[in-house]
């Protein structure tokens, strides 16, 4: 599902007995449409199926909205490098990374 994607409870919302029956069925929509489907149990949500490559976006996506967080954190603390000596420091923490 795309961020711009909403859940459609006609189509998005389907039970797990459902998905047991036609798990195949279920996995190429996601595949194909690119959406995500909320699976229920006993009229409760339980589980969101979600297409690979969505999953991985999400988690970058919210990887780099901790760093963000923390940087904010770290900024409030007057943990700051002026902008000089951060330069002088990105070829020596370049190499730490070959």
């Known amino acids: 599902m795309s961020s711009a994607a909403r859940i459609d409870k006609e189509q998005d919302i389907q039970p797990l007995s459902a998905f047991r029956k036609n798990a195949t069925d279920f996995i190429e929509k996601i595949k194909s449409e690119k ?3 909320v699976l229920t149990q006993n009229g ?4 969101v199926l979600v297409e690979a490559s ?3 976006r999400m988690q970058d996506k919210l990887a780099m909205m ?3 967080i923390e940087a904010e954190r770290q900024i ?3 943990e700051i490098v002026p902008h000089d000596e951060a330069k002088k420091q990105i070829p020596e923490n370049l ?3 070959k």
């Open 54 to 56: 969505e999953y991985q």
């Open 66 to 68: 901790e760093d963000l």
């Open 44 to 47: 409760k949500r339980v589980a």
């Open 95 to 97: 190499a730490r990374w």
């Open 35 to 37: 959406r995500s489907i």
């Open 76 to 78: 409030a603390r007057g």
